[in-house]
């Protein structure tokens, strides 16, 4: 009977994220990963979606006035309602492809610095959506799961996901957080450095797209040895005489582009650190910190972070699926986690 259930059994966890909404479906793992990008176009005043995901993010900054393509999450909550729930129809309907005997429960991280009309925002999006039950984990201890980190045990352990939207630090010790602060910088704040830093410097005009594939190939969190590191060549419209143009920038420039968005991440660990009991400050040094979430990626980040604090610095082995896995093992092993998920209107 176990077994039948199992099969019938359509209960997930889902990160949803600014950038990227992954699914995981209890017993099966990580099953989506798409862009958290929608296309609609207004017909008789009413939003209808045309693409969500992959086929979405094809057309941002690409769209004629007709259609807008958006993100519905921003700073890792819903900014457009209508628009997130359609996005989370869509997932949940892709993911449940064979019909179901019963509705999904549905388990969603939200970040420690939610505001409760937020949480609620999220809650009422899912349920909506088509879900039976929804309950809600914070970024940080799903971060943490995700990772490996044994936070159930009487000791220290910090965690660092740096998302799309958010910078999540906590120290977390018998299974709960003893401090967390959650930073409104993330993967899209270095896009926008990235954008802002070409057109003073350059007088060149990029899209995002542009600027997050400049962040993925040659972005950095330190001054390469000899100012220049890595180049790559780059297109965008001139600002001074408006035709496209091709330049080619260099590994140093972007470091320079990112000091300020490296040093805020920089300066929240450092504020958690200087709140955390003695106690578990001790274990943080035998231990080091966890950095999680695809920010976690950007090259030489450890080592920034590593100067700065003098501590170990680790990146998660799946740094990018870390939020997932962790949500997913919330909706697995629910009893022994029940403290961590709130189920609560």
């Known amino acids: 009977m176990f077994g039948l259930s199992g099969l019938f059994s359509s209960d997930m966890a889902i990160d949803l994220g600014t950038a990227n909404t992954l699914v995981y479906v209890k017993g099966r793992g990580i099953i989506l990963n798409e862009p958290s990008v929608v296309a609609y176009h207004v017909k008789d005043g009413r939003k209808q979606v045309l693409a969500v995901g992959e086929d979405a993010k094809l057309m941002l900054g690409r769209t004629p006035g007709s259609i807008e393509a958006i993100r519905p999450m921003r700073d890792g909550v819903i900014a457009d309602f209508d628009v997130a729930e359609e996005m989370i129809k869509h997932f949940i309907r892709k993911v449940t492809k064979r019909s179901t005997f019963s ?6 991280c939200v970040p420690y610095g ?16 088509g879900a039976r039950r929804a309950g809600l984990i914070s970024e940080p201890i799903a971060a943490a799961i995700g990772a490996g980190m044994p936070i159930t045990d009487p000791t220290g352990s910090m965690v660092v996901d740096i998302g799309g939207g958010t910078t999540e630090v906590a120290v977390l010790s018998l299974g709960d957080i003893v401090y ?3 930073v409104r910088v993330g993967g899209d704040r270095m896009d926008e450095a990235i954008i802002s830093y070409l057109r003073r410097h350059q007088n060149l005009l990029i899209g995002e797209s542009t600027a997050e594939r400049i962040k993925c190939t040659i972005g950095t969190a330190r001054m390469p040895d000899d100012g220049r590191g890595k180049v790559m060549q780059i297109r965008g419209r001139d600002l001074l ?3 496209p143009k091709e330049i080619e920038i260099t590994q140093g420039q972007i470091a320079e582009a990112l000091s300020e968005t490296v040093q805020t991440i920089c300066e929240a660990v450092m504020i958690a650190l200087e709140t955390t009991p003695p106690d578990l400050a ?8 966890m950095l999680t979430g695809g920010g976690a990626l950007l090259g030489d980040l450890d080592l920034a972070l590593r100067e700065q604090t003098g501590l170990i610095i680790t990146v998660a082995d799946q740094s990018l699926n870390c939020v997932a896995l962790g949500t997913g093992k919330a909706l697995e092993y629910e009893k022994q986690l029940r403290h961590a998920i709130d189920y609560e209107s």
């Not at 509705?103 to 969603?108: C, L, S």
């Not at 939610?114 to 959506?129: C, H, M, Y």
Request: hydrophobic residues 45%; positive net charge; glycine residues 6%.
């Open 114 to 129: 939610a505001t409760p009309v937020e949480k609620r925002a999220i809650r009422q999006s899912v349920l909506s959506a």
């Open 180 to 182: 967390a602060r959650s």
């Open 241 to 243: 005489n408006g035709v």
């Open 103 to 108: 509705k999904p429960k549905v388990i969603v």
């Open 282 to 289: 001790a274990d943080i040094v035998d231990r080091g910190v």
